[in-house]
């Protein structure tokens, strides 16, 4: 059983940063691709960033590209979101996902696990 949950989230200025975390409780997390969505207020959920199972692979949406990177570590279980230079349109529910399948995939219905969420707000 794949049981996410996410931490690291909070209010920050514009241009501060932010490192979200994400672990499993069952301690399976090195047997997925790991993927960090978002959804703001009135919006849909749209894909961050992804990394395959070994992380060597990465992916980026371009709004985030160059600013957000995304890491784990096989030994601690976890999966990482550093976020630097935050803009306030940045401010959403962050959700860590994880897929079984052994590619990279930006694609939310790609994912099979997901978590509960963690509200990251950036003031102007």
């Known amino acids: 059983q794949v049981q996410l949950v996410e931490s690291g989230g909070g209010l920050v200025q514009a241009g501060g940063s932010l490192r979200l975390s994400c672990a499993d409780s069952?301690?399976?997390?090195?047997?997925?691709?790991m993927g960090w969505f978002r959804q703001a207020p009135g919006k849909e959920r749209e894909f961050v960033a992804a990394?395959?199972?070994?992380?060597?692979?990465?992916v980026y949406a371009d709004s985030v590209k160059g600013r957000f990177t995304i890491s784990r570590d096989n030994a601690k279980i976890a999966v990482y979101l550093q976020m630097n230079s935050l803009k306030p349109e940045d401010t959403a529910v962050y959700y860590c996902?994880?897929?079984?399948?052994?590619?990279?995939?930006?694609?939310?219905?790609?994912?099979?696990?997901w978590g509960q969420g963690t509200q990251v707000t950036v003031s102007s």
């Open positions: 996902a994880a897929q079984i399948g052994v590619g990279l995939t930006t694609r939310g219905n790609n994912y099979d696990y």
């Open positions: 990394i395959n199972r070994s992380g060597g692979s990465t």
């Open positions: 069952g301690r399976t997390l090195s047997r997925y691709g």
